[in-house]
């Protein structure tokens, strides 16, 4: 149909014949020219439309394929975390457990104790009854000694001796009763606080391993500390036990939630696959009316893009002419990062050289209409040496919102559409995305990308951005 539309007029003026005005077939020409003008002109209302539609579709679509791949990433990290909370549940539960077999040693260890310490006591006994005994011996020794030295006074001079030896003995007795005395105190104090340890050492025979914590009078209060010890370690078990199971079944729903989104994203990023088909026809549609040679909305844009392109392929093989740059700096891809940028902005050996020359013509378009946003030179690569001079500020350090809308210039853009019109070398292309301005707000343009060629090279593309 855009064929015919073209070759119909030319056929008439190729004739060199003049169309008498009622002439055959006079009137039907004129009036398909007119109705081809006005269907071509609705089609390219239609494709863009239809391309608006699309990048809607598109940019919704791939904002649903990010989210679904970050909720996908933050519950595999929470997966991670919860298999690391069940590895520290099953040391706490192995810990307890070890700690429930501490505790039965440990009552083991003082009932054996207990055992030791009635050996003790019954040894004690025997020891306070020993020292009765010579208690008694020694009582009964200083009577003996007693009664001898009064006969031993009694016999006079004869007696003396005997009487000396009686004292002695009687002596000897008195402090023989008095050390069996201390003994059998120091026994009696020692047995005492034996039977204190003993009392706290008991277990009452019918108390048996699992009697409760307040069994009673009959239970040591060592024992009774134990059992609650215990009690606690096997609650720490069964706290760990159900906390454990908890986790597995958490870590086994978060596994299913996790496959789902995996699911989901890859559904999203096959319908994002499909809109892009959509988004394609409608720019080749686009593109086919603008090339057919009817003006349409967009003939304006394309034709200053083209213009703007030509341009700086001029700049640039001036500057090559003159030495300001060597033809190997102007085409490097040997990128250099910006130390502390972010975004992260590069270098580039012709970055300078661009700054200079680029602004005179990408400033220039955009007092074309109120419609465009922006217009660009970038290599072929989607490396921006110079934006528009809004978007082209200093980066301010560490403060990544404001750098990303207002500090554009030496940066690297390598999506669909920026890598598009950089490596594009036909003589214009259109495309249609929805751009991202901050805040949560987008808006959907159209753009006219046309090729910077020096000399026989293709360097990259100028692109021109502008609303519908």
């Not at 070890?98 to 009932?111: E, F, I």
């Amino acid at each position: 149909m855009l064929g015919l539309m073209r070759r119909r007029p030319a056929n008439a003026g190729e004739q060199g014949q003049p169309v008498e005005p009622g002439a055959s077939g006079a009137a039907p020409a004129a009036t398909t020219a007119g109705d081809l003008r006005q269907i071509i002109g609705g089609l390219s209302d239609r494709a863009s439309q239809l391309g608006y539609d699309a990048a809607e579709v598109r940019g919704v679509l791939d904002d649903s394929v990010r989210e679904a791949k970050a909720q996908s990433a933050a519950l595999q990290a929470l997966a991670s975390e919860v298999q690391r909370l069940l590895a520290g549940l099953r040391v706490i539960d192995g810990e307890a457990a070890t700690g429930q077999v501490t505790c039965g040693r440990a009552r083991d260890a003082v009932l054996a104790l207990g055992g030791e310490v009635s050996t003790i006591v019954a040894s004690l006994r025997e020891v306070a009854d020993a020292a009765g005994q010579i208690t008694q011996i020694a009582l009964q020794t200083r009577l003996v000694a007693f009664n001898a030295s009064v006969e031993a006074k009694r016999a006079g001079e004869a007696g003396r001796g005997f009487g000396v030896v009686a004292d002695a003995v009687k002596d000897l007795a008195a402090r023989v009763e008095a050390s069996s005395k201390a003994i059998g105190g120091t026994v009696s104090t020692l047995q005492e606080r034996i039977d204190v340890l003993v009392r706290e050492t008991m277990l009452r025979p019918d108390a048996g391993r699992d009697a409760a914590p307040d069994a009673g009078p009959g239970q040591g209060r060592v024992h009774a500390a134990l059992q609650e010890v215990e009690a606690a370690m096997q609650r720490i078990t069964d706290a760990g036990h159900q906390g454990r199971a908890q986790c597995e079944n958490l870590a086994g729903g978060m596994h299913d939630l996790q496959d789902r989104t995996q699911r989901s994203a890859a559904g999203f990023d096959a319908t994002l696959v499909r809109t892009e088909t959509f988004l394609q026809v409608s720019e080749q549609m686009i593109e086919a009316i603008a090339d057919s040679g009817v003006e349409s909305a967009d003939t304006p844009f394309i034709r200053a893009t083209q213009q703007a392109a030509q341009q700086v392929s001029a700049l640039l093989e001036g500057a090559l002419r003159s030495g300001a740059i060597q033809e190997a700096e102007l085409f490097d891809e040997r990128y250099q990062p910006v130390a502390g940028s972010s975004p992260a902005q590069h270098m580039a050996h012709f970055t300078a050289l661009a700054e200079r020359l680029f602004p005179q013509v990408q400033e220039k378009l955009l007092s074309l209409s109120d419609k465009v946003v922006f217009c660009i030179a970038v290599d072929r690569n989607g490396y921006v040496p110079c934006h528009n001079a809004r978007y082209n500020h200093p980066q301010r350090p560490g403060d990544t919102l404001w750098n990303t809308a207002n500090s554009r210039n030496r940066r690297i853009f390598d999506d669909r559409t920026g890598l598009a019109s950089a490596r594009n070398t036909k003589p214009f292309l259109l495309q249609t995305y929805r751009r991202d301005m901050g805040g949560g707000q987008f808006v959907v343009l159209k753009e006219a990308a046309a090729p910077i060629r020096v000399g026989a090279r293709h360097w990259g593309g100028l692109r021109l951005a502008f609303k519908f």
